[in-house]
């Protein structure tokens, strides 16, 4: 076993002088917020995954919110997503009065099954947010086709997918709303961030809406003059900053770098593991190539709780994601009892993160896999 000599997290951003400089010039600019460098930043991740539309957000969370609200998700409706997901995905049904519906997962892709979903449609179903685990895109075609016969909503989270394709297309055109994260485990950071991207306007002037207040300018404040303004809905601040934006136009430069440097990774770990028996490295759906924003694996016939706290031990910043969403405190109230999705429970069982990020050395990657492969001997 080789300890290494600090501790190495399973994800963290990179963060290089170009874009300190980006950050540093916006503070000295007229705007700090609400000016000109958020859009130029939604102009360019709508352009990068080829949408028409693009809307920036103070985080992930409050875009799944936004996308909830413009999707006219509200009491009663029913939304179907994945337990194996970070509590967000859910939560933005909660937060607008829906319903969450849970349906298994695949036990190759770890992405939500689209036969699970067909099982879980009622008629009070009014959408679907597949996520994009991993980094690896949903079954996005299926889950379409299932929408659309059931005239249903796509929200897709791709907050571990920004860069993934997905059939030579880049994740984001797929579903009628998109979200991306910029918290800086994630794909490209702002340190807390968000967007939507979308082809629909009427999806584009709901966001926008929702985003600042649900203030307007409408035709009768336009008549009233320049000062005049209408709240003709019940919105939040969830701004994103020009200081956010201008780091995350910087970041995007280097984002396909980045996804290059997760996959040469990845690719080493699968190939380091192929005759290790206790370790099922992850299955890619055919025609995806994903972001690899984790890494993650099946422990056969050993504990991973030991398995874990040896690896921490060690330095390396282990992992699991994630807990099955309805396993927490606040769903079991709700009344999600254990074993609704069995595939989704056995497979957290086993499941382990492995570090990933685009700054981890050779000598780190080689240490993680000699360590592991030591350890399970
Ligand atoms: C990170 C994450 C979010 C929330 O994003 P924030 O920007 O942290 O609010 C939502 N869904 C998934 C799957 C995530 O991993």
């Known amino acids: 076993m080789e300890k290494l000599p600090e501790f190495l997290s399973y994800g963290r ?5 170009e874009d300190i400089q980006v950050v540093i010039e916006t503070l000295r600019s007229p705007f700090l917020t609400q000016g000109p460098k958020i859009q130029q930043f939604e102009q360019v991740i709508a352009d990068y995954v080829g949408a028409k539309y693009a809307v920036a957000f103070c985080n992930g969370t409050a875009a799944l919110h936004a996308a909830c609200y413009a999707a006219g998700v509200g009491e009663g409706d029913e939304v179907i997503t994945t337990p194996i997901t970070f509590a967000a995905s859910a939560n933005c049904v909660r937060y607008v009065g829906g319903t969450v519906v849970f349906a298994d997962i695949d036990a190759d892709t770890y992405n939500i099954n689209p036969v699970e979903v ?16 991993t980094g690896q895109p949903a079954d996005m075609d299926k889950i379409m086709e ?15 997918a920004l860069g993934a394709d997905y059939k030579d297309k880049k994740v984001g055109t797929l579903a009628d709303m998109t979200i991306f994260s910029f918290h800086p485990v994630k794909p490209i950071t702002t340190a807390e961030g968000g967007v939507i991207v ?3 306007k009427e999806y584009l002037h709901k966001l926008q809406q929702f985003r600042s207040h649900g203030i307007e300018r409408t035709d009768y404040a336009v008549e009233q003059g320049d000062w005049y303004y209408e709240m ?8 994103m900053t020009d200081i956010q934006a201008a780091l995350g136009l910087s970041q995007m430069k280097k984002l396909d770098a980045f996804i290059a440097r997760r996959r040469e990774i990845a690719d080493f770990y699968t190939k380091a593991f192929k005759n290790v028996n206790e370790i099922v490295t992850p299955n890619q759906l055919e025609g995806t190539n994903s972001g690899w924003h984790l890494y993650m694996v099946q422990l056969e016939g050993v504990s ?15 992992h699991v994601h994630y807990i099955p969403v309805y396993w927490h405190p606040y769903y079991q109230q709700l009344g999600y009892e254990h074993g609704i999705c069995p595939v989704a429970e056995c497979w ?11 700054e981890m050395t050779m000598a780190e990657i080689s240490s993680i896999v000699k360590n592991i492969v030591e350890l399970l001997k």
């Open 13 to 17: 951003q990179s963060v290089d002088e």
């Open 304 to 318: 991973r709780k030991l398995v874990f706290e040896q690896m921490r031990a060690l330095n390396i910043g282990v």
């Open 146 to 160: 299932i929408a659309r016969e059931h005239d249903l909503v796509v929200i897709e989270d791709s907050a571990h």
């Open 118 to 133: 067909t099982k879980k449609i009622t008629p009070r179903t009014k959408a679907i947010i597949p996520v994009d685990f």
């Open 232 to 239: 003709t809905n019940l919105g939040y601040n969830y701004r």
């Open 198 to 200: 979308t082809d629909n």
């Open 348 to 358: 957290y069982e086993k499941a382990l993160t492995l570090p990933i990020h685009p």
